[in-house]
């Protein structure tokens, strides 16, 4: 009995899934999972990630079971296990979805592409979304973008039964030696979930998206709260684009500027996985090569650990590292301050932050972390830096101080006038507000005006002496976005049109 091996990776699900389609059609399929746990002793990895993942893995069984055969769950190395299915069972051809993840994953790739060819095993890699492995020129990607997300999504196939193959257990943490990784308030995966949260962006909650997707107060419900689902592939992209645009289409309860601005953010995301999909080295080096040496040698290990401790002593942005830290989650606009102050107040180089923010994000996607902060760390050479101002961006986006007391109850009893800036608070100010600045509420690691100003001094004299415009439009060429958002007026009853990525920065979910 030689098998059809279907390796599920990033795409817990079994609708829209064209490996196990195409698979299905060719002989008996063996749905497999290998648990590494290698990976899971990467230091942009951690136990919220896996929970996230054994959760959609849970579901995966039950729906691959009501088709005949349920998961085949492995803990290991992938090549071993698959020689050792191989020994036993035969393996006739191996199925999977392109994978666009870490350097480990790339390199473990390798590994199975190599073992396939030396056993005669034809591994055949379906793409997934909309990003192009061996893309040439990125001047029509968005045409193929939209031609990988216009066919219908696939119905799930039948699935013969299986004799002599033990389905497996699904590991925990501790199997995987995972360390502890609190999370409280993490999101679920699973694809009950995620089809739960694109019913009810659509159904309704959406309203009011392209406004409140800015402030961590209206963005943990006005957010689409899918990117769990879509970073782990208990839902295809396709099924949310066809979702949304059909959304659209009916004229539903959410408005469709909402709709356009979530469907332009769909495209985004593809936009950055492909960067990494076209230079894997991103995640590793400036992808402007000019930058080298503008950081390295100058990391504040005290600095940066009071911003992983979330003690800065810059209420809002503590309060976004604290939220962050029990939710897993947090908007983008936030995720973008985070870098920012990290690179530029606190003049971190890059990689030691993105790593941190890596564990904390149980939705880490490494195709948009990566491009991501680089284009805020100011590193690419074809964006323009934002420089996040910690007191404006709280006073713009927490006006009040509701979210700032509420993941730093230290300062509950700090007045409005002050909350965003309690160390301008006298002594007299403090002790009625129950607070001793540099004791129950750390004093700010620098002056936040100033730390710009030098940023941004250091910043420009540095692009002026090695930042050379070739290398810009190298990067340009290989990675810029090439639509604009054009400038359509809809005429009454007209259907609803693809919507095209902005230039710019995008705001993802």
Not at 175 to 204: H, K, M, N
Not at 327 to 340: D, Y
Not at 438 to 451: I, K, N
């Amino acid at each position: 009995m030689s098998l059809q091996v279907v390796w599920f990776k990033r795409d817990l699900r079994v609708v829209d899934h064209a490996p196990l389609v195409e698979a299905a059609a060719r002989g008996s399929v063996l749905p497999l999972y290998v648990a590494e746990p290698a990976y899971w002793r990467l230091p942009d990895t951690s136990g919220r990630q896996w929970e996230a993942i054994a959760d959609g893995l849970r579901e995966l069984r039950e729906d691959l079971a009501r088709l005949g055969q349920p998961l085949v769950m492995r803990t290991g190395d992938v090549v071993q296990v698959l020689e050792q299915l191989r020994k036993r069972h035969g393996i006739a051809g191996l199925w999977s979805h392109e994978e666009t993840g870490n350097g480990w994953t790339y390199d473990r790739d390798r590994r199975v592409a190599a073992w396939a060819r030396g056993h005669g095993i034809e591994w055949r890699e379906t793409p997934s979304g909309g990003v192009v492995r061996r893309l040439r020129s990125r001047d029509r990607w968005a045409t193929q973008w939209e031609a990988r997300m216009a066919p219908a999504s696939l119905d799930p196939p039948a699935l013969a039964p299986l004799t002599g193959v033990e389905p497996g257990a699904i590991p925990t943490s501790t199997d995987l030696g995972i360390p502890d990784d609190p999370c409280p308030g993490r999101q679920r995966g699973g694809r009950r979930r995620g089809e739960r949260a694109l019913q009810t962006f659509l159904g309704g909650r959406g309203t009011g998206y392209l406004r409140g997707m800015s402030s961590p107060l209206s963005a943990e419900t006005r957010c689409s709260r899918f990117s769990v689902a879509l970073a782990t592939g208990t839902l295809s992209l396709r099924e949310v684009v066809h979702a949304v645009r059909a959304a659209r289409e009916a004229a539903g309860p959410v408005p469709a500027r909402d709709l356009a601005s979530l469907e332009k953010r769909l495209h985004w995301h593809c936009h950055f996985i492909q960067k990494l999909e076209s230079e894997p080295q991103i995640e590793f080096r400036n992808v402007h090569r000019g930058f080298d040496g503008l950081r390295e040698d100058q990391f504040n290990r005290e600095w940066f650990e009071a911003w992983r401790q979330a003690r800065t002593g810059w209420p809002f942005v503590d309060a976004c590292l604290r939220a962050l830290q029990a939710n897993g989650w947090i908007n983008f606009r936030m995720r973008a301050m985070l870098v920012s102050i990290a690179s530029y107040h606190l003049w971190l180089h890059w990689p030691g932050p993105a790593q941190q923010l890596a564990r904390w994000f149980t939705d880490y996607e490494p195709g948009i972390h990566y491009p991501q902060v680089q284009m805020q760390a100011g590193v690419t050479g074809i964006n323009i830096p934002r420089m996040y101002n910690p007191v404006k961006q709280s006073q713009d986006q927490d006006p009040r101080g509701e979210f700032i007391r509420r993941w730093l109850p230290e300062l509950e009893g700090v007045p409005d006038d002050w909350i965003h800036t309690p160390w301008l608070m006298g002594g007299a100010r403090q002790r009625a507000a129950g607070l001793r600045l540099g004791e129950t509420y750390p004093l700010p690691v620098r002056d936040h005006e100033q730390a710009a100003r030098e940023a941004r001094a250091k910043l420009t004299a540095w692009k002026r002496a090695y930042v050379e415009r070739e290398e810009s439009r190298r990067v340009f060429v290989k990675h810029g976005s090439r639509a604009r958002q054009p400038n359509r007026k809809r005429r009454n009853n007209a259907p609803a049109a693809p919507v095209a990525p902005a230039t710019g920065q995008g705001e993802l979910f």
